[in-house]
């Protein structure tokens, strides 16, 4: 059984998050004709949303009427659809139902207000996203939400290789005999692949300043106190109110407008977050782009007035590791010339700076994309240890 990436257009070696290939069979013929999805409910598991979801979707795009029997697991778009066409159409599903829209991770859920609208809301950046209304689906959604959803509650996170009878699917529509083995991962969705970058000394520390315990017990404990009272609710420090974070995160990237450094200092300040660290965090993950070196020193005034101290620089690192390593993984590359800038414009401190590159963590990111991201700043980094020992000599 195949597996693919679930955001196809990530070609990073390092992203997890994985969905068996779409396994189709055409039935019938002439006016019957009928294409049957064979592992529609893997398929599911692997993006946590019900396999009606899916085939509805389907129906809607290409116009046809769907069958759908989920207690025998079988399902049908009538007419003729190969593999790679509904392989294409499953990647406009994940885009509008799955990713997250800021952070373009699958680990979401889909929240159902009593209005009807519809929410992503993303377990790894927190954000809480908008579905589009107009497509048919999302009405569907609306009137039959998932089984397990509750209002202002996350369910847990499917794996995200699901391949349950993936050998018996091969067999039944190629016809081959041979089975491939079954490759179960954990359900704990902070599993780890084996990290390529090993040159770097990996320390978990429990209360270790740059990490967190993202154990699946610990995120559990977490939600459960903060449900039972806000007085407990404890982001880091002082940083209590998430929507105002996800308002300004909203705001920054929305791509229709394009705010000046001032307004969007202004907007920081009518929200009342100009001098919150996390207000750091979410700014370098929503106001840059692929062309970030050249943008640092465009934007170098605001990010001066924002980053005011020990907690904003490393919250400005943290927002930098979720930008390349999840974002714009491409530009990992170019994490010493990013780095680079923000230490010529004196927004980052070396001592920050090595820090940081000392150890992986995973407070922002998975410890195998932390990893590979420090590893790809080694050259900067031994940079600035070699001028500070020099320095030191005389």
């Keep these: 059984m195949s597996f693919v990436n679930i955001c196809r257009d990530n070609n990073d070696p390092f992203y997890r998050y994985k969905m068996p290939l779409i396994v189709s069979k055409i039935e019938g013929r002439g006016n019957g004709i009928r294409t049957a999805i064979m592992n529609t409910s893997d398929v599911a598991r692997a993006l946590s949303r019900p396999p009606v979801y899916i085939i509805k979707f389907f129906g809607f795009e290409l116009g046809a009427q769907t069958s759908i029997n989920e207690a025998d697991d079988r399902y049908h778009v009538n007419g003729s ?63 039959n939400p998932p089984s397990t959803a509750k209002q202002g509650k996350k369910k847990a996170a499917a794996t995200a290789s699901a391949n349950t009878g993936a050998a018996d699917l091969n067999e039944e529509v190629n016809g081959s005999g041979s089975k491939s083995p079954a490759d179960h991962n954990s359900d704990d969705e902070f599993s780890r692949f084996k990290a390529e970058a090993s040159g770097i000394n990996v320390k978990d520390d429990g209360d270790d300043g740059w990490a967190a315990d993202l154990s699946a017990e610990a ?29 300004f995160g909203e705001w920054v990237a929305d791509e229709d407008a ?71 993984p491409e530009l990992v590359s170019k994490i010493p010339k990013i780095l680079h800038a923000l230490y010529d414009e004196e927004i980052l401190e070396e001592e920050i700076i090595i820090s940081w590159g000392s150890k992986a963590s995973k407070k922002y990111v998975d410890k195998d994309i932390s990893k590979k991201v420090r590893k790809a700043a080694r050259p900067f980094i031994e940079w600035l240890e070699q001028a500070e020992s020099e320095s030191e000599s005389d």
């Design 258 to 328: 394009e705010h000046t450094d001032v307004e969007i200092y202004k907007k920081a300040i009518d929200l009342g977050i100009a001098k919150k660290h996390r207000t750091v965090q979410v700014l370098a993950q929503t106001l840059f782009t692929e062309d970030i070196v050249d943008e640092i020193e465009e934007h170098a005034g605001l990010l001066k007035k924002l980053v005011t101290g020990e907690k904003h620089q490393k919250a400005l690192l943290g927002g930098i590791e979720r930008f390349v390593g999840l974002t714009q």
């Design 219 to 247: 995120v559990k404990a977490r939600q459960k106190e903060n449900e039972q009272s806000l007085n407990n609710l404890k982001l880091e420090d002082e940083d209590s109110d998430n929507s105002k974070f996800e308002e």
């Design 81 to 143: 659809h190969d593999s790679p066409k509904l392989q294409d159409l499953l990647d406009g599903f994940i885009t509008k139902f799955v990713l997250c829209k800021a952070c373009k991770n699958p680990e979401t859920d889909i929240i159902v207000q009593k209005d009807g609208t519809l929410f992503r809301d993303c377990k790894a950046c927190g954000k809480r996203t908008s579905i589009d209304l107009k497509h048919k689906l999302a009405s569907y959604i609306a009137k």
